[in-house]
């Protein structure tokens, strides 16, 4: 079945370092590529996405790249601060179905300060 | 708040029992997706609601079934309870296109 790969499981960044997060994905239909961020005990929320006619979008330090003959997207962030520190998933919609989401298995991101 | 809310927020059943989940979509929203979070796991994908009816299905056992109704809101019901069913239950609302696509809060099932 559809499939979503997500690395590295844990990254541990010095405040004001890059961090960075690859995704790769199965489904070649897939046309939407959201970014979640998750606190402790929290729901996820929506960080950045980009749909499969762009390339890269950038929001203030969260960036997002997607390559769709390669199928993998990345996640960059600058400047890290402490509160960035969560774990993020990738997702990709399954096909053209707007509503299913398929995740990866999450990045724990630790910026120390 | 996000407007998609989850109710319980918290529940603990016995090995065997049945539970009903519930969800509020946000307002504009007609489609409802269920998705089940294991501990340190990206959320599973269960099913998704459309026009009361179900559209499209996860890798999960006819024990778990859902509704909509007309209001777009939605349920989750789990029978024959096992361990492994102990997790993080979100529901997520979106237009049918997966505009807009908002999580709940979540409800947290634990399993005796």
């Known amino acids: 079945g559809e499939n979503v790969e997500q690395h590295p499981s844990t990254l541990s960044v010095q405040e004001g370092d890059s961090a960075v997060i690859k995704c790769t994905y199965s489904?070649?239909?897939?046309?939407?590529f959201p970014w979640y961020k998750q606190e402790l005990g929290k729901r996820p929320q929506l960080i950045i996405d980009i749909r499969s006619n762009v390339g890269e979008k950038k929001d203030q330090r969260i960036a997002v790249t997607l390559n769709k003959t390669a199928k993998h997207f990345s996640l960059h962030i600058t400047e890290t601060q402490p509160e960035d520190s969560a774990v993020y998933f990738c997702?990709?919609?399954?096909?053209?179905?707007?509503?299913?989401?398929?995740f990866g298995q999450g990045t724990e991101l630790s910026v120390k300060p | 708040e996000t407007g998609v809310t989850q109710s319980p927020t918290h529940l603990i059943k016995t090995r065997g029992q049945q539970v009903t989940l519930r969800c509020s979509s946000q307002?504009?929203?007609?489609?409802v997706s269920w998705y089940q979070q294991a501990l340190g796991q990206g959320p599973q994908f269960i099913f998704q609601?459309?026009?009361?009816?179900?559209?499209g299905r996860g890798n999960f056992p006819p024990r778990f079934s859902g509704l909509q109704f007309p209001n777009y809101s939605s349920e989750l019901n789990v029978n024959a309870l096992e361990l492994d069913d102990s997790a993080l239950y979100l529901c997520?609302?979106?237009?049918?296109?997966?505009?807009?696509?908002?999580f709940g809060s979540g409800t947290r099932l634990t399993v005796v």
């Open positions: 997520a609302s979106s237009t049918q296109g997966g505009d807009g696509y908002t």
């Open positions: 609601y459309y026009r009361e009816e179900e559209n």
């Open positions: 307002s504009g929203h007609n489609t």
């Open positions: 489904d070649s239909a897939s046309n939407y």
């Open positions: 997702a990709a919609n399954q096909g053209n179905q707007g509503g299913k989401l398929i």
